[in-house]
């Protein structure tokens, strides 16, 4: 066997395993990534783990630009319930941690209106990524989210 074909096959061999655990499973749940928002592309959700700062976390999209209600995103949890944002222009922190920038429009064409800054509230989270094009709690078009909304705590798997 070549590397590519070892590749794949490998590939195959942990979709298999994902699909068998997620059909048995009531705790777990699968979630492809499709944006390039995050390095991974398949990423393991614990359905109920609690989220602290710094979590990979996954959540149900409230609706708005291109995604439908309930599509479920992941972000990491930039800030929880009593945590400041602080925002400088178009510039985002949390406590004393750089977020980013946010943008003016996103890279579909739709504006963008950044959020504004403010003490996180209980049972909320600013949720961001690193790439400057997240769909993120910078906007309010997503805002913090509610503890309601979130799913459960994500691992990159690959």
Wanted: proline share 4%; glycine share 10%; net charge positive.
């Amino acid at each position: 066997m070549n590397a590519k074909q070892i590749y794949w096959a490998a590939c195959v061999g942990v979709c298999a395993v994902a699909l068998i655990a997620a059909l048995g499973s009531q705790r777990f749940d699968y979630r492809l990534n499709m944006t390039h928002s995050l390095p991974g592309t398949l990423y393991l959700v614990d359905k109920g783990a609690p989220i602290a700062r710094g979590d990979l976390m996954a959540f149900r999209w409230h609706g708005g630009a291109n995604y439908p209600k309930g599509a479920v995103f992941i972000k990491f949890a930039q800030g929880v319930g009593g945590d400041v944002v602080r925002r400088d222009g178009q510039k985002f922190w949390v406590n004393q941690t750089f977020i980013g920038v946010a943008k003016t429009m996103s890279r579909t064409g739709v504006p963008m209106i950044s959020a504004s800054a403010g003490v996180i509230a209980p049972a909320h989270y600013f949720v961001a990524t690193a790439s400057p094009d997240s769909l993120d709690s910078r906007y309010q078009m997503s805002g913090n989210i509610a503890q309601s909304d979130v799913l459960g705590r994500a691992y990159e798997i690959f």
